[in-house]
């Protein structure tokens, strides 16, 4: 039972060690979101804006399935306004730049969706938008 | 046992009637079949062939690579033996045989990319058009290898730093370009049809004087349409009719 103070020695450290990311975040604010680019056009967004940032990744998907799937390209809103289902062509006519909107809350969350690598920003990479 | 042979037939039928309306029965009911009328003659001046697969490789953001085993073709030109090669034979003139003509996609009725693919990323649409989805394309490459036609190309590497690009460093079109590792091929322009379009190289062709008609598309389901009227008047072949894969892109010849 000699080893008995080493053990708990050990184990504090151990302890420590694990529990860093929370003690040494403790006390500062939390990072302030990001400052995205407000649309130029354009009032208001296909849907609630709110429903938008927590929803739009199943809205694209939804989009992405009935447009290659099924060849229809009407999108009828809650409100039941119509828009185009498309990425550079609906969402990136008012959100215009890629990189001061999708970018800096991608950023900030820390996802890496790969939309960019096919998809056009038309604002910058395309001859005739 | 009182069963006679009158009550045996009865059933028999009865039973064989019933398993007969259970059985799942195939029509067709789609009233679309998109499909593709090549009119060889006219393709033989290569202006025409040319307006053809640069409005492809604009409309489609394709990528102009040197290397032969790494290009990627949606629209493009071979000799007629290797189009046809159960249409030639060893009396055939050397001109004959090496007549530039257009390829692409067959669409075909029975595709065998679409039986072979295990994500389902290449199908049938039921207006006929044998579709794409990138999203879904792991590059497995089983499709490439079950087209008898080779109309699929694989992306090797990155294609968007080959894609010709204007003086701004902008690309031609919207269409999204592909990532490296996806296959991909001729789409019928579906991007267009969805606006109600002609596809790209049908446009272009008929821009090109004396290119009018050159290629024809439109719904063979139809029997007023263009293609139709084409298919009843001229004598059109398809390529390599035996492997029964019933191509959908006819050449007059």
């Known amino acids: 039972m000699n080893d008995r103070i080493k053990i708990a020695v050990g184990l504090a450290i151990f302890v420590v060690l694990v ?28 849907e609630e804006a709110e429903w938008m940032s927590a929803n739009h990744q199943q809205l694209l998907n939804q989009w992405r399935d009935t447009v290659i799937r099924e060849g229809k390209k009407e ?30 809350c991608h950023d900030y969350t820390d996802v890496h969706p790969t939309c960019w690598k096919c998809h056009l920003d038309p604002s910058r990479e395309v001859t005739e938008p | 046992m009182n069963e006679n042979r009158r009550s045996f037939l009865k059933k028999a039928a009865g039973a064989a009637l019933g398993i007969g309306c259970g059985l799942p029965i195939r029509v067709d009911a789609s009233t679309t079949q998109l499909a593709m009328v090549v009119n060889k003659k006219k393709c033989l001046r290569q202006e025409v062939r040319q307006a053809c697969t640069q409005a492809c490789r604009r409309a489609h953001n394709l990528p102009d690579l040197s290397d032969s085993a790494h290009e990627v073709k949606w629209i493009w030109t071979e000799e007629y033996q290797n189009v046809f090669p159960d249409q030639t034979h060893s009396h055939d003139a050397q001109a ?8 692409m996609c067959n669409h075909c009725t029975n595709p065998p990319c679409v039986k072979v693919c295990p994500t389902q990323a290449t199908w049938r649409r039921e207006d006929g058009l044998v579709m794409m989805d990138m999203h879904r394309c792991i590059g497995c490459r089983y499709c490439m290898v079950a087209c008898p036609y080779g109309s699929r190309s694989f992306n090797w590497q990155d294609p968007r730093p080959h894609i010709p690009k204007d003086e701004n460093g902008r690309l031609p079109s919207d269409y999204p370009t592909r990532d490296k590792g996806v296959v991909e091929k001729c789409n019928f322009c579906a991007e267009r049809l969805r606006d109600g379009l002609q596809p790209a190289c049908v446009e272009a062709a008929n821009k090109v004087p004396g290119g009018e008609g050159a290629l024809t598309f439109g719904n063979l389901a139809d029997p007023n349409s263009e293609v139709s009227r084409i298919l009843k008047k001229e004598h059109t072949i398809i ?5 029964g894969a019933g191509p959908n892109v006819y050449y007059i010849v």
């Open chain 1, 19 to 46: 529990t860093f990311p929370i003690w040494s975040a403790f006390g500062s604010a939390p990072p302030a979101p990001p400052d995205l680019a407000k649309p130029v056009k354009g009032s208001q967004c296909v």
């Open chain 2, 96 to 103: 004959t045989k090496e007549e530039p003509v257009l390829v």
């Open chain 1, 75 to 104: 999108y009828t809103s809650t409100d039941g306004a119509q828009y185009e289902m498309s990425l550079s062509k609906t969402c990136m006519s008012c959100h215009e730049n890629q990189q001061t909107f999708c970018d800096r």
């Open chain 2, 239 to 243: 390529r390599r009719p035996s492997l």
